[in-house]
T-cell receptor
Framework: ETGVTQTPRHLVMGMTNKKSLKCEQH?????MYWYKQSAKKPLELMFV???????ENNSVPSRFSPECPNSSHLFLHLHTLQPEDSALYLC???????????????FGPGTRLTVL | KNQVEQSPQSLIILEGKNCTLQ??????????LRWYKQDTGRGPVSLTI?????NTKSNGRYTATLDADTKQSSLHITASQLSDSASYIC???????????FGTGTRLTVIP
């Protein structure tokens, strides 16, 4: 295992539901990331947190709301999602400064989200 | 157009055979190139990382090569095993932007 855990592993929700994804890293890293992985598409970086501060938000719709209470935990709050939001949501962490282009990222197993 | 293109999209090989996966990129200027392995239902795991000054890097039966002049990389898998069945993703880090560019991956299936 990589030292990054995600819960739940699978989630099915309706468009009117509110749910949260959780990520925890046990590696002592300073930076954490949310990615979206859709079928036959490249990974899409959603959010970056460096020392609990959000440093990147790649034009993600407001129905996705991240929260980073400390450097070990990262949440993704979901509300009024659309069916096209169905995807694998991956969390990652890195040791260094949150410089995305050079840090080595360690990924969690992902949460498979289905929006009905 | 994606700045990282991988080929083939999918590949089926017999156990014990070798194979080579390709990655072409247009990211410039470029800092590093990584290959990740992603098993079904898992997150990606780093196999190799090469900077622009390196042209080969090995990790067990996996050998990555890089030609920064032609902007091409390959991942060669030797003596394939059933556990090599996975998606292999090429990722390029630019030198002057805080971002990563991901390929869509090659889905490798090793059959007995």
């Amino acid at each position: 295992e990589t030292g990054v855990t995600q819960t739940p592993r699978h989630l099915v929700m309706g468009m009117t539901n509110k749910k949260s994804l959780k990520c925890e890293q046990h590696l002592g890293h300073n930076a954490m990331y949310w990615y979206k992985q859709s079928a036959k598409k490249p990974l899409e970086l959603m959010f970056v947190y460096n020392f609990k501060e959000q440093t990147e938000n790649n034009s993600v719709p407001s129905r996705f709301s991240p929260e980073c209470p400390n450097s070990s935990h990262l949440f993704l709050h979901l509300h009024t999602l659309q069916p096209e939001d169905s995807a694998l949501y991956l969390c990652a962490s890195s040791q260094e400064t949150g410089t995305i282009s050079t840090d080595t990222q360690y990924f969690g197993p992902g949460t498979r989200l289905t929006v009905l | 157009k994606n700045q990282v293109e991988q080929s083939p999209q999918s590949l089926i090989i017999l156990e014990g055979k070798n194979c080579t996966l390709q990655c072409n990129y247009t990211v410039s200027p470029f800092s590093n190139l990584r290959w990740y392995k992603q098993d079904t239902g898992r997150g990606p795991v780093s196999l190799t990382i090469m900077t622009f000054s390196e042209n080969t890097k090995s990790n067990g039966r996996y050998t990555a090569t890089l030609d920064a002049d032609t902007k091409q990389s390959s991942l060669h898998i030797t003596a394939s095993q059933l556990s090599d069945s996975a998606s292999y993703i090429c990722v390029v880090g630019p030198r002057e932007a805080n971002n990563l560019f991901f390929g869509t991956g090659t889905r490798l299936t090793v059959i007995p």
